[in-house]
């Protein structure tokens, strides 16, 4: 397995590509406010003509996702577009309507919003009755642990339920605090038996739609896919992802890991305990 090449910011790697796909939490902000450094060489890569799809697995449709921007700082010239794990979720509860679905971790907190499945149709019942599970996030994401809820979960696996999973993240960093996410509760559904339909990084479907919404901005032009660079802090769903679509990477240490002094070792390292091959790592996106 290769290292990645550690460039001292996107302009020396610019030029290679005509389409960026970059995660939005922990790359551009973190929950908080906005990474300056991050967002400008987004405005920059655009204005050399490039195209930006954000993408993110965010539980939550487009609009909600990007509203936050303005209060956290980020411009809207950092980004031509935005796909959500929340829109891909919310394709997949589309072709379900009729179906009776568990929803679990809907306190309308920060990751569980109601605009996720608002407007579909859609018969919510308990997990008795239930045919699918929705699974947005746990119901208290500050004091509870994924294995808090395994008794919980052996109920839908024991009847057969598949899990929607609308974010396949297993933690996101706040500030400087980790919280579990939805994608950690997949792990216990998978470990238990159960069937998880992912909607976000590193499957697919959120790809196929960041896709459509490049091509949309290119006038339906084919899009080059060896010209496509993904940007991330995670080499579970960035990094992979962008491998298993075929398309170049760049990790940032801006996100899910703190790093310290001797940031190439540590990503090296970090890589290989995932089983990852970044093309590129930077401590931070910057131009």
Known sequence: MSKPQFPQGLSAVASRYDTILCDVWGVIHNGRSAFTEACDALVTFRE??????LITNAPVPKAQVTRLFAPLGVPAEAFDDCVSSGDATRAELA???GQ??????????WEH???LYQGLDLTFTDPDK???LLCIGLR???NENPEDYRAEL???VARGMPMICANPDKQVRIGGKLYWCAGALADVYEDLGGTVIYSGKPHPPIYDLAIERVRDLTGGKP???SRILCIGDSPGTDVRGASLQGFDSLYVGTGLKEHGDDFQAEVVELLQAYGEQATWAMTGLRW
């Not at 050399?48 to 799809?53: A, D, I, R, S, Y």
């Not at 929803?103 to 309308?108: F, P, S, T």
């Open 100 to 109: 009776a679905i568990w929803r679990l971790g809907a306190d309308e907190g």
């Open 154 to 156: 052996a109920t839908g």
């Open 140 to 142: 208290d994401h500050v």
């Open 95 to 97: 072709r379900r309507q």
């Open 223 to 225: 899009v080059d896919r």
């Open 113 to 115: 919003d109601r605009h």
């Open 48 to 53: 050399q003509g490039g195209h930006v799809c």
């Open 130 to 132: 239930a045919e699918i």
